[in-house]
């Protein structure tokens, strides 16, 4: 048995399709978006935590930037991984390393990374709200870990 249509209705499955489409890959390209922007920020925890980890056996002995274990620690961190964040370039990837007290056994010892997840779907920035040229997503992954061992003055 044959079903008649009529004339008007002929185009309607196909305005439907296009439509539903169009929203199906609004969502399916921010999902992708997220995913990409969650797999950097697990990965600057990990290199977080790996500082953090070398850190609470090797703390810095001084508040100075150029404390030679706060050094290494910014190296073991820079050296965790390379994508899919390289995290040896400093000019896109901050790590910070502070100490909680003078950096005695069971102070505290917190390294942060941070970068900045540029966006790279076109309609993303307007549907979320990003005003910043080029659109970006700050990330920070910060780990706090209790100091094990110290060679640090005063300890």
Known sequence: MKIRTKKSERGQSLVELAISLLVLLYLLSGVVEFGIAFFQFIQLRDAAQEGALYGSLHPPTSAAANDPNRLLIIARVRAASAQPINLADTTKVNVVVTTSGSACVADGIT??????????????????GISSVPPTIPLTGSVTDTILNSTAPGC
């Not at 390294?111 to 979320?128: A, G, Q, T």
């Open 111 to 128: 390294v942060s990374v941070s970068f900045d997840h540029r966006v790279f779907m076109p309609f993303i920035p307007r549907l979320v």
